[in-house]
């Protein structure tokens, strides 16, 4: 699986703890409380700890293990977390992930991962964590929604494009993209879980200039590689989303979905 830059990890943050549902994090919260200790979480794909800074807060007793498979944002984590008691810095490649490592565990998280990972992998992953009846919290998956305020010719096939390139692999086999959790949904219900989905955008105005520039600029690559769209004309598209960013009427609304399974025990 291809990793991702900190910087941009860091960019997004702010708009990804924002996006996320209410509705859905207090119930992942009051399920936490409710279990019985350790209430050990597992986040998966941690990054450079995103998901740990924004849950964290609000569940004092819990313990946690955080992995990812990436080395140097492992680091950035520890660096940015620093050491206390309560949380295990684990370096894994979730391809080859052993079942121990789901040992204790209440709840396994994870934030923008599933929509790059494939139906293979999250089929074997949820089997995992219904066999132990262990929930997930898997939000802010990409949910192929993606608009402008102030449209543009293009917009609908830069999105069509981006969102063929999604299904691409990202490491983790051809990914679900735009179908994940609707896939994890209904693998869950068909186990006996109790699910829960919820939408939760970006919703990217002008004060967040430097991430809707980084997040523009992603579009290039993904894009062109599907070639639907000729690159002069790309650039045409992305000169003009660029020109508009710090534009009170201009917003651009990027559409994820949150997802909350846990055993009906």
């Known amino acids: 699986m291809s990793g991702f830059d900190k910087d941009w990890l860091t960019l997004r943050e702010p708009a990804d703890r924002d996006a996320r549902s209410l509705s859905l994090l207090q119930s992942f919260n009051r399920y936490i409380s409710s279990a019985p200790p350790p209430r050990t979480i ?3 794909g941690c990054g450079t700890g995103s998901t740990y800074r924004t849950l964290a807060p609000a569940l004092p007793d819990a313990t946690w293990k955080l992995l990812d498979y990436e080395a140097t944002l492992l680091e950035e984590a ?3 977390i620093g050491e206390k008691d309560g949380i295990e810095f ?7 992930l052993d079942d121990a490592v789901l040992d204790g565990v209440s709840m396994v998280t994870a934030s923008a991962l599933f929509d790059l990972c494939s139906a293979q992998f999250s089929d074997r ?3 995992q964590l219904v066999g132990r009846n262990i929930g997930l919290y898997a939000a ?8 402008w305020t102030v449209r543009h010719p293009f917009d609908e096939q830069v999105v069509e494009a981006f969102n063929r390139h999604q299904h691409f692999d990202k490491g983790l086999g051809p990914a679900l993209g735009p179908d994940a959790t609707d896939h994890l949904s209904s693998l869950f219900e068909a186990s006996g879980f109790s699910v829960s989905v919820a939408t939760s955008p970006w919703q990217l105005r002008g004060d ?3 991430l809707q520039m980084a997040f523009l600029a992603g ?3 993904p894009i062109l590689e599907i070639g639907n769209i000729e690159e002069a004309a790309f650039s045409e598209w992305l000169d003009f989303r660029l020109s508009q960013i710090g534009s009170d009427d201009s917003v651009c609304i990027v559409g994820h979905t949150d997802l909350l399974a846990f055993p009906n025990l």
């Open 42 to 44: 597992l986040d998966i």
């Open 78 to 80: 520890k660096r940015q």
């Open 90 to 96: 684990l370096c894994r490649n979730l391809n080859q």
């Open 125 to 127: 992953f949820a089997a």
């Open 140 to 147: 802010l998956n990409y949910d192929g929604q993606m608009q």
């Open 208 to 210: 967040m200039a430097e």
């Open 219 to 221: 579009l290039k690559r």
